[in-house]
């Protein structure tokens, strides 16, 4: 089955301690993103990428990491968690120009993430 | 800058109506428009995807169409059920990134 998955779905942590967020998919899709959901701001862009050891900043990046090692992984990384970081996150993936699904965004669970 | 609104905020409708959900956006040069569904405190379920050549897709009782020149969207359920309910969000891509630049979403409330 074709799909974005994401772990954990659920975290709580602590001021400044480190965290990774996975996100894994099956479709063979070179752009993968990250964003993140918030009440009366909708969603905004993290990073992204447009294919293997290729990232950039969306429109909120500060305070967050991420790598693209592989095709199919895109961790996002919050190296010293913060309370305005208590959000929830979403992982998507988009095909390419020769991909069935050009230019459809596939989306991950989410991951509701609590900052202390 | 890409800005998408969303008209209404939230709906409220007797179970079997016809309704119609609004999505504008103010930068007609768009690769393509998503149409989202989201329930509370879940992920995003794509509903159907209009490609910036097309000028409407269908999915069983939905229906979306799209016009560049205007900016706008609307996304059509046909008699609708309780299941219905839900929030349904707005998403143009209009950059080589893939970024999407959201709406807020309609909050739909189908009453049985």
């Known amino acids: 089955e074709a799909q974005v998955t994401q772990n954990p779905r659920y975290l709580i942590t602590v001021t400044g301690k480190k965290l990774t967020v996975t996100c894994s998919q099956n479709m063979n899709h070179e752009y993968m993103s990250w964003y993140r959901q918030d009440p009366g701001l909708g969603l905004r862009q993290i990073y992204y990428?447009?294919?293997?050891?290729?990232?950039d900043k969306g429109d909120v990046p500060e305070g967050y990491k991420v790598s693209r090692k592989e095709k199919r992984n895109f961790p996002l990384i919050l190296e010293s968690p913060s309370p305005n970081q208590t959000s929830l996150y979403f992982c998507a993936s988009t095909g390419g120009a020769f991909s069935s699904s050009y230019n459809e965004q596939f989306f991950g669970p989410g991951t509701r993430l609590t900052v202390l | 800058k890409q800005e998408v609104t969303q008209i209404p905020a939230a709906l409220s409708v007797p179970e079997g109506e016809n309704l119609v959900l609004n999505c504008s956006f103010t930068?007609?040069?768009?690769?393509?428009l998503q149409w989202f569904r989201q329930d509370p405190g879940k992920g995003l379920t794509s509903l159907l995807l209009i490609q910036s050549s097309q000028r409407e897709q269908t999915s069983g009782r939905l229906n979306a169409s799209l016009d560049k020149s205007s900016g706008r969207s609307t996304l059509y359920i046909a008699a609708s059920q309780p299941g219905d309910s839900a929030t349904y969000l707005c998403?143009?891509?209009?950059?080589?990134?893939?970024?999407?630049?959201w709406g807020l979403g309609t909050s739909l409330a189908v009453n049985p």
């Open positions: 998403a143009v891509n209009g950059g080589n990134n893939r970024k999407l630049i």
């Open positions: 930068d007609s040069a768009i690769y393509n």
């Open positions: 990428s447009m294919n293997v050891e290729v990232t």
